[in-house]
């Protein structure tokens, strides 16, 4: 059963992810909901790369591994953001946009190799990196909240069409 989550999960996880950070920036969820989140995720992204060690060792899935183990300190940076641990030199919005836009443009690497690598699904991957992209400018370029769900929505539907398409083809 643990597997059969490690191997699904990012699928239900991922959208659930940007669905909560749009929702928030709608005013639909509250920000403290987004901070239990960010706790979470910084619990099961240790968990599934440790559980994953070995299984993600090559390959494209020694590529995600690095995005995850690059994304664990991006997510903790949001963690700290919440708890607005950073002092004068390092404001909590430096670390929330560290890890918002971290979150956002990770992922593009990870599509981006996946891509090259892959023949079955290399445009999901390839679409993967430009919602990634364009969807993080949407929202640096953002004139209100609205816009700016509407960029973290198109990160979010290009990073779950990769990740569903991982999920089902491989």
């Not at 991006?74 to 700290?80: C, E, P, S």
């Not at 190799?113 to 892959?118: D, I, L, Q, S």
């Not at 929202?139 to 960029?151: D, F, I, L, M, Q």
Request: with cysteine; proline share 5%.
């Amino acid at each position: 059963m643990f597997r059969s989550l490690r191997e699904n999960g990012p699928a239900l996880l991922v959208p659930a992810a940007w669905v909560v950070a749009a929702a928030t920036t709608l005013g639909v969820v509250s920000t403290r909901a987004l901070f239990v989140a960010h706790v979470v995720m910084s619990a099961l992204l240790v968990a599934f790369v440790v559980a994953s060690w070995r299984d993600m060792a090559t390959g494209v899935l020694r590529a995600w591994k690095l995005v995850i183990l690059a994304g664990t300190p991006v997510t903790l940076a949001g963690v700290a953001g919440f708890l607005a641990l950073g002092g004068p030199e390092v404001p909590p919005d430096a670390l929330l946009a560290l890890s918002l836009y971290g979150w956002a443009l990770l992922p593009a690497a990870g599509f981006a190799y996946t891509g090259r690598r892959v023949e079955a699904g290399a445009r999901v991957y390839d679409a993967g990196v430009a919602c990634c992209v364009a969807g993080a400018v949407a929202v640096a370029v953002a004139p209100s909240a609205t816009w700016t769900a509407v960029g973290l929505a198109v990160v979010g539907v290009g990073q779950t069409a990769g990740i569903l398409d991982a999920t089902l083809r491989y």
